[in-house]
């Protein structure tokens, strides 16, 4: 049985810049095994495309919501991509 790689699209407010959120979320990834990318966005939003299997996401989505104790997450949205984009890698993108 071949499993399906899931992208979810996930945005994060509050204050996640400027304190190291985009390397906390490398790392989760990595541990995680999660490919995709995390992004500061120009409005002080930080954009996460994560992509593995169903099992993979659901334990790395609550963490990136939580984030790290320095972080003050106020809300944040997920989306599924419909993509044939395949990962191989997580990056910190700029």
């Known amino acids: 049985m071949v499993?399906?790689?899931i992208t979810y699209e996930i945005?994060?407010?509050g204050r996640v810049q400027g304190?190291?959120?985009?390397?906390?979320v490398k790392h989760q990834a990595d541990l995680f095994g999660i490919t995709g990318y995390v992004k500061n966005q120009v409005n002080?939003?930080?954009l996460i495309v994560a992509?593995?299997?169903q099992e993979?996401?659901?334990a790395f989505i609550p963490v990136v919501q939580r984030g790290p104790d320095i972080a003050l997450i106020t809300s944040s949205d997920i989306h599924l991509l419909t993509?044939?984009?395949e990962y191989k890698e997580f990056l910190i993108a700029t």
């Open 3 to 5: 499993n399906m790689k």
């Open 19 to 24: 304190i190291g959120y985009r390397w906390f």
């Open 44 to 46: 002080g939003n930080v």
């Open 11 to 13: 945005i994060v407010r």
């Open 56 to 58: 993979q996401l659901d």
């Open 51 to 53: 992509q593995g299997e």
């Open 83 to 85: 993509t044939s984009t």
